[in-house]
């Protein structure tokens, strides 16, 4: 998720504070350093047989993590799990469930429950141990749907008022608009879009009333529509912090209110709660306008980023903060609070014990009192960081940064779902040259969070099937040797759909003018690691340089014109390393496969004189040249 108004984006390498290295780790370290993670991985390991200290195989373990391989990731923290580091316990039991090993990431759940007893984590876990099994089995609560007005750069957070969906987004307006030197964005902004009857969404535009040079985040309304909280950087004030090495100033995120004055929005203000120590962010009015619902860091919280709420008072300031309780808060990270009307307080978490980073939790105020935490469920929660989560009646939304959106993040539409049923979908895989049957293709059906619900194979005639929940959404992936991979997303209606005919093209099909055509490479936000939706596109390049032995394949990384040249040159640098590590990673000799950087260099189109959306997006691509082929 993109951390709300955080100045510095840094590219985080996993491992322990307490492992320290030597002169010994050098080359592995640059190689580490500079994203060479198969090659660092090879001296790690060379290490490991005359010195396998905890630094090395904490390392190793973090390599074979930076290139999507989570079995040697697995294998290799498991040695330093012996070493009664807690963190570390927690990390391998996360990984072994990343892995599908519930039953062993519950033994060392139970471990680090022992250790850390009073830890929320291990609270939780004692509780419901066997919660993901508990959380899958609770069913699909929720319909969801990606939102028309998301767009390829991040959009997140949801506030409907009088109509209108509010919302957050990085999205540059227009050409010259400077760009936020940290991600090659627009800075974050406020938008608004009209909803009509038939729940389509207008344009978006921008709030320019409230919008400035700097970040700006969630916005809440007060019930009477005279009163706008939103956040921006402390930079407004003036107020931040200078690290005299690295030039870099460092703000807080301050709330903020504007009061309606014949129409306009005017009378900008910091609160009274803000503090140049530390951040306030995520405000949301509750649904009687008494208190103020936000996160923040300040000092005397349970965890990094606590919930609290203040009384709105009568002159506009707000009350002392008030802390929601360890019950809502843990030692991890909760924010974008939201109260319904019938005092349900959702929340982000990454603490409770969920499916992905941040899930949608829940619970009740009862006299005061809050129930015991709920876990939303899926669809609404996945694999990935799902937040800003708000309901009114049912229907609703929730962001997510999900595999699948159109950008970082994205805003999802949430409905209620029907009385649930059973549906039944039939598939036949064709080969789509001769269209003849495929036996023993490989399927495999995914719910939203990417979680394998079930996997099959073909039968002699092409079938397969798999009875769903009505309504669920799903991805099905079909994979045969010799064939291109495919993966589709199927929506269910109440009745069972119509036979689905999947036809898989001949992998040498992928073959043109001596380059090897994928669909677009993915990345995270201003990140390099190989991601869900590459790994599976960098396969099919895999399986052809696997039938072509002696294939030489040069895989370039190209970006788009917006941002300083010299930002561009590195990131896709880093993009392009990062896909030649994954194919070597598979089996593929090094020799085989370079990767290379291109920037902004070799652009398609000409964006001189400027460019639509949509002539950026087709500069930002990765290619890949067949330098050699042998029959």
Not at 113 to 136: F, G, H, L, Q
Not at 202 to 222: T, V
Not at 296 to 318: A, C, F, Q, T
Request: charged share 25%; glycine share 6%.
């Amino acid at each position: 998720m993109k951390k709300l108004l955080t100045l510095l984006i840094i590219t985080s390498i996993s491992f322990s504070n307490s492992f320290a290295q030597n002169n010994t780790t050098k080359k592995a370290d640059r190689l580490y350093d500079r994203f060479e993670f198969v090659k660092a991985a090879e001296e790690y390991l060379k290490l490991t047989k005359d010195e396998a200290n905890n630094y090395i195989i904490s390392r190793l373990a973090d390599s074979y993590y930076n290139i999507f391989d989570t079995k040697n990731a697995e294998k290799w923290y498991a040695k330093i799990v012996e070493e009664n580091d807690s963190e570390i316990i927690y990390k391998y039991a996360q990984m072994l469930k990343a892995n599908g090993k519930y039953k062993e990431s519950n033994i060392w759940m139970n471990k680090f429950s022992e250790m850390k007893p009073y830890d929320t984590r291990a609270i939780a876990y004692r509780n419901t141990p066997n919660y993901i099994d508990k959380i899958v089995e609770k069913g699909k609560k929720f319909n969801i749907q990606n939102l028309s007005i998301n767009t390829p750069y991040s959009d997140f957070g949801s506030t409907i008022f009088q109509n209108k969906l509010f919302f957050i987004s990085s999205e540059k307006t227009g050409f010259l608009e400077k760009a936020y030197s940290w991600s090659n964005e627009g800075y974050l902004d406020i938008y608004s879009s009209d909803i009509d009857e038939k729940g389509s969404y207008s344009e978006r535009i921008e709030f320019s009333n409230l919008n400035s040079k700097y970040h700006e985040g969630i916005i809440s309304f007060s019930n009477d529509g005279k009163t706008a909280y939103f956040t921006r950087e402390s930079f407004y004030e003036k107020e931040y912090e200078k690290d005299k090495n690295s030039n870099t100033k460092y703000s807080q995120i301050y709330i903020y209110k504007s009061t309606k004055i014949n129409g306009r929005w005017m009378s900008i203000e910091a609160l009274n709660i803000n503090n140049e120590n530390f951040s306030n962010k995520n405000p949301m009015v509750g649904p009687y306008g008494e208190y103020l619902y936000f996160s923040s860091n300040m000092p005397g919280g349970y965890g990094l980023y606590d919930i609290y709420r203040s009384k709105i008072n009568e002159d506009g300031s707000v009350g002392e903060p008030e802390n929601m309780g360890q019950k809502i808060n843990t030692e991890g990270q909760e924010g974008f609070p939201f109260m319904s009307v019938d005092n349900i307080l959702y929340f982000s978490s990454d603490g409770h014990l969920g499916l992905g980073g941040l899930d949608i939790f829940y619970s009740k105020m009862i006299d005061e009192k809050w129930s015991n935490i709920r876990n939303v469920g899926i669809p609404v929660n996945s694999s990935a960081d799902d937040f800003a989560f708000m309901i009114k009646e049912n229907e609703g939304y929730v962001s997510s940064n999900r595999p699948g959106g159109k950008g970082g993040d994205d805003i999802y539409s949430i409905r209620k779902i029907k009385p649930l049923c059973d549906i039944m979908l039939e598939s036949i895989i064709l080969d789509s040259t001769t269209n003849m049957p495929i036996s023993s293709a490989k399927t495999s059906v995914t719910d939203g969070s990417g979680i394998i619900n079930n996997s099959k194979e073909s039968d002699n005639e092409g079938f397969v099937e798999f009875m769903f929940e009505c309504e669920d959404e799903i991805q099905l992936m079909v994979s045969k040797e010799g064939y291109e991979s495919k993966m589709l997303d199927i929506k269910f209606l109440d009745i069972d759909p119509p036979l689905l005919k999947v036809m898989l093209n001949p992998i040498e099909e992928l073959i043109v003018d001596e380059k090897i055509i994928l669909n677009p490479i993915y990345f995270d936000f201003d990140k390099s690691n190989i991601t869900n939706q590459a790994a599976f596109e960098l396969d099919k390049l895999v399986a052809i340089m696997k039938k072509y032995p002696e294939m030489v394949i040069h895989a370039e990384s190209h970006t788009d014109s917006r941002g300083p040249n010299t930002y561009n040159k590195l990131l896709s640098e880093r993009r392009a390393k990062s896909t030649a590590q994954y194919v070597i990673s598979k089996g593929i000799d090094q020799n085989r496969i370079i990767g290379f950087g291109k920037g902004e260099d070799e652009p398609v189109v000409d964006c001189s004189s400027g460019c639509s959306k949509d002539k950026h997006a087709k500069n930002r691509r990765s290619e890949f040249i067949i330098i050699k082929k042998i029959n």
